[in-house]
């Protein structure tokens, strides 16, 4: 990591376990920061899937902002972005642990679409846990955006 990199990795950690998970698809994705007056206070990395498909690869609000409805917001403006950019669909892969998570993205309109079977275990060197439990299958859910 370039400590003088443009890249907030200290917020994208708040969303993913390691830099080296970030970085199999941080430069290939588009990263939008919100602030207030002081300090970066959320970050959403988006990834193109295929020409009809974006992904929210990480998003992250630090603690002291969090259950104020800015993860909403935030969800709200990459609908609009996905829109403007001809996208049908917005995707987002969660811990199937990730049970508050899971909620929040499907208040947000999202529907379980699919499972990755041992997406944690095959693709991180020591076993995450969330919840009490060991992470093991990512859990994927869509929006259509036509709808």
């Not at 993860?71 to 892969?93: C, M, Q, R």
């Amino acid at each position: 990591m370039d400590p003088d990199s443009d890249i907030p990795y200290q917020l994208l950690l708040l969303a993913d376990e390691t830099i080296e998970a970030i970085n199999q698809y941080i430069f290939d994705s588009d990263i939008y920061l919100l602030s207030d007056a002081i300090q970066d206070i959320a970050v959403m990395a988006l990834y193109q899937n295929s020409s009809t498909e974006l992904e929210i690869k990480n998003m992250a609000v630090i603690g002291s902002y969090r259950s104020q409805g800015i993860g909403s917001v935030l969800i709200d403006k990459t609908k609009e972005i996905a829109k403007e950019n001809g996208y049908t669909i917005l995707t987002v892969g969660t811990s199937d642990t990730g049970f508050q998570q899971i909620k929040f993205y499907e208040k947000n309109g999202f529907l379980k679409k699919g499972v990755r079977k041992n997406f944690f275990i095959e693709n991180y060197t020591v076993p995450i846990y969330e919840n009490g439990l060991q992470m093991r299958d990512m859990v994927i859910l869509a929006h259509n955006l036509s709808e």
